[in-house]
């Protein structure tokens, strides 16, 4: 199902009742996966997949992630968007243009100390407490917004799950201890 990745490190999109949220083409679910509300569940991850997959046909250009062009702005808060991205077990929302700083003053996002291996040129987070962390045993759940060369006159914000053991590689491959 989620078999491309589009940034290193992945991300994870939660919605508690996809099919239900687009009974009635209310397809806010997205944005309000890329904002990890409510909290990530793989089960919600999937349920919200395939709800995209009869939705639209998903553009593959990018080659590292499924990316459906929806017919009206899902977008809120001033965000405009009608894209959504699947990659590798994540989801989110491209944002039209390079608002990592706007986004990051208004979703509460702290300044990345990584740029992903150089693939994210500004990037901001936030991790969820660990009440809504769905496995903290297994990795951690944040809220991002990242610009990359690889999304052009786009701003990734996203819901994302990293896996302890990927955050430790991806902590030694950028020289940290």
Known sequence: MF?????PALAVLSVSSAPAAFASDDVAAF????LCNPPYTM??????????EKLVKPDTSLLTAYVYKLPSDIGRDGFRTNEVVFAG???GVLI?????????ARYQLEREES???GTSTKGYA????DTEQPTAEMGVVSIVARESEAIPGKTLLACE???HADLEALKNLEGGN
């Open 89 to 91: 077990s994540s989801v």
């Open 126 to 129: 936030r991790v969820l407490p």
């Open 115 to 117: 740029s992903i291996l």
């Open 31 to 34: 944005y309000d996966g890329a």
């Open 96 to 104: 039209e243009g390079a608002r990592a700083d706007e986004l990051a």
């Open 161 to 163: 799950f990293v896996s």
């Open 43 to 52: 089960q919600s991850a999937t349920e919200l997949y395939d709800v995209a």
């Open 3 to 7: 078999s491309r990745v589009f940034l």
